[in-house]
């Protein structure tokens, strides 16, 4: 800034609608070094407080998760496959304990909709063990995963990019099983993907989906110990620090929904299923494993 500046005057509209007027008078230098932590700070404000597009964030951190070879993208190998064909074959809803061959019944040409299932993981396995495979999944890279596979392998696999939310594509009645592994915490709003997924089944169909023990995400580890730190419902965008918050955008990692269990699974009773099956389950890498099991699979049919 040149010393014949008068004043310098920035408007800043917070979220909290305040309008603030700052001048700065000649003898202050104010440089790019000073101003970019402002920047930063009020674009993790409108992040925050102003309505943020997170499907579509989470779409492009889950095509950033196959970039970085998470272990929830890397598609099963041909060898599994293969076995899959033979009758050998397990897929997860939880991170560790194989779902109950008996959740399925025979899948010799089952309609089955891999809801927010895309990587390559479950759908190959389960349309190499005979079933009609939909993978409908928010990540273009996620699909592709699974695309790879079905032309690799001439599997029945259909890909289709979409919200969980909204299974608008398909008529009702379409599908005898829908596997959702633990992927609603990514959603906003369950309740709706509940709904959806009660239209789109048969009568009789099979829901299968993982869930997550809200708790699990209000706690915050100190030291040694954990403390709850977060109210219920949790959310990265609401229920986390400014700063902490900054860092989850700039490593692009995606955004997370503790919903309460009656979201979770009152939410499937009131859309009218019946849970028939669960089982609990840990990460098996998380210090919470020691405490309690932070994830939940539930079996539920429409009657």
């Not at 997170?54 to 889950?62: E, F, I």
């Not at 089952?110 to 993978?135: D, E, N, R």
């Not at 309740?191 to 789109?200: H, K, L």
Request: glycine content about 6%; overall charge negative.
């Amino acid at each position: 800034m040149s010393d014949s500046a008068k004043t310098l005057s920035l408007n800043i509209f917070l979220p909290t609608t305040n309008l603030i007027n700052i001048a700065v008078a000649p003898t202050i230098v104010l440089t790019f070094r000073y101003l970019f932590p402002i920047l930063v700070q009020l674009t993790t404000l409108a992040f925050k407080y102003l309505k943020m597009d997170v499907v579509k964030y989470n779409s492009t951190a889950w095509d950033g998760y196959v970039d970085k070879r998470d272990k929830w993208t890397i598609p099963v190998s041909d060898h599994q496959i293969a076995d899959a064909r033979k009758g050998a074959w397990n897929v997860v809803l939880t991170p560790l304990k194989p779902v109950p061959h008996e959740w399925f019944g025979d899948l010799t040409g089952k309609k089955i909709l891999g809801l927010a299932s895309g990587g390559g993981q479950q759908g190959p396995i389960l349309a190499a063990a005979g079933a009609h495979v939909t993978i409908f999944d928010n990540s273009a890279k996620q699909l592709q995963q699974d695309k790879t596979l079905s032309d690799r392998h001439s599997l029945e696999i259909e890909t289709i990019q979409g919200d969980m939310r909204n299974l608008s594509v398909f008529d009702n009645a379409s599908f005898d099983i829908i596997f959702n592994p633990c992927s609603i915490l990514f959603a906003e709003n369950v309740i709706p993907i509940w709904r959806e997924c009660y239209r789109v089944l048969k009568p009789g169909g099979i829901l299968m989906t993982g869930l997550i023990n809200p708790i699990s995400l209000q706690l915050e580890k100190s030291q040694s110990a954990f403390k709850l730190e977060y109210k219920q419902p949790y959310s990265d965008q609401s229920s986390l620090p400014t700063e902490k918050f900054q860092t989850l955008l700039n490593e692009n990692e995606p955004l997370i929904f503790g919903h309460s269990l009656t979201d979770q699974i009152g939410g499937q009773l009131k859309a009218g299923f019946a849970v028939t099956d669960m089982f609990e389950d840990v990460s098996g890498d998380d210090p919470l494993d020691d405490f309690f099991p932070s994830f939940i699979a539930t079996r539920s049919v429409k009657f």
